[in-house]
């Protein structure tokens, strides 16, 4: 049945990739639709510990092994960046919650429930952590970015850095409302994204008055992937956001080591 399925891609999730870090489960509860979470890497050591949130339509059964293969890439990128003396890297795909699909979509209700198990995560791990607490990031695309804003607006969870692409906006009018330290919120916005800028959940975190700092997705000069030179790619739409080889994904990827990104210029001047 659809129970078993759930747990044949939960299984497949686990697998690493050839080369690549230790699997683990963070959570896991088969209820249906499920809720689940996987770690890349060392949890109890890495310096440095991502959470990546999804959007609608994520579902444990149908898209965990997806989701598991972006924040592999991430923490990939991640370790590459950092180099082998920094402590290492962990990032977790985070399925925590039930996303929406398009009956669900029009409310925040499922963002409710989903900044709740964002919050015990998170409070998890720095309880794991209490002793060595790592630098913490929350990245969040499209409706999780709903959730994690009011996550992080609940005066029950911090981080170290939020970053949101692709955000429909939420119940949060300023960057200074979360628990997230100053300059440290970060937001992502392709040109022909529907999403962005819709302010459909509430304020715009793109817009001048929230205060996020706008790092670059437009490329640097790639038309598709890394080119010989080494520029990135740009991202065009909703989706494109942790493809590899663009801008996004390797800013998305510095946010979560505390390295510089690059500003996303035509945003700064749009001021919008």
């Known amino acids: 049945g659809r129970g078993l399925a759930m747990l044949a891609e939960v299984r497949r999730a686990l697998e690493p990739a050839a080369g690549g870090p230790a699997r683990s489960l963070l959570t896991l509860d088969t209820t249906w639709p499920g809720r689940a979470g996987v770690v890349m890497g060392d949890l109890d050591t890495a310096a440095y510990v991502s959470i990546a949130v999804p959007g609608m339509f994520y579902s444990v059964s149908d898209r965990l092994v997806d989701w598991t293969d972006v924040a592999a890439r991430l923490?990939?990128?991640?370790?590459?960046?950092?180099?082998?003396?920094?402590?290492?890297?962990?990032?977790?795909?985070?399925?925590?919650?039930?996303?929406?699909?398009?009956?669900?979509?029009?409310?925040?209700?499922?963002a409710h429930e989903g900044a709740q198990y964002l919050e015990g995560a998170i409070q998890?791990?720095?309880?794991?952590?209490?002793?060595?607490?790592?630098?913490?990031?929350?990245?969040?695309h499209s409706y999780g970015s709903s959730a994690a804003l009011l996550a992080l607006s609940s005066g029950r969870a911090s981080v170290d850095a939020l970053a949101v692409v692709g955000s429909p906006g939420g119940a949060v009018r300023d960057a200074r409302e979360l628990d997230v330290p100053a300059g440290r919120v970060f937001v992502g916005e392709a040109p022909g994204d529907p999403v962005v800028g819709s302010s459909y959940f509430g304020s715009d975190p793109g817009s001048a008055s929230?205060?996020?700092?706008?790092?670059?997705?437009?490329?640097?000069?790639?038309?598709?992937?890394?080119?010989?030179?080494?520029?990135?790619?740009?991202?065009?739409?909703?989706?494109s956001y942790f493809d590899r080889g663009t801008e996004s994904f390797r800013n998305l990827a510095l946010i979560g080591i505390d390295r510089r990104t690059v500003r996303d210029v035509l945003a700064d001047a749009s001021a919008r």
């Open 210 to 239: 929230f205060g996020a700092e706008h790092f670059g997705v437009g490329g640097t000069g790639a038309a598709s992937g890394v080119s010989a030179d080494g520029s990135l790619a740009g991202v065009v739409g909703h989706n």
């Open 124 to 140: 998890g791990i720095q309880g794991l952590r209490r002793n060595d607490p790592p630098y913490l990031t929350v990245i969040a």
């Open 75 to 110: 923490q990939q990128q991640q370790a590459s960046l950092l180099g082998a003396s920094a402590g290492g890297v962990a990032t977790i795909a985070w399925i925590g919650y039930r996303t929406p699909d398009l009956l669900g979509i029009g409310s925040l209700d499922l």
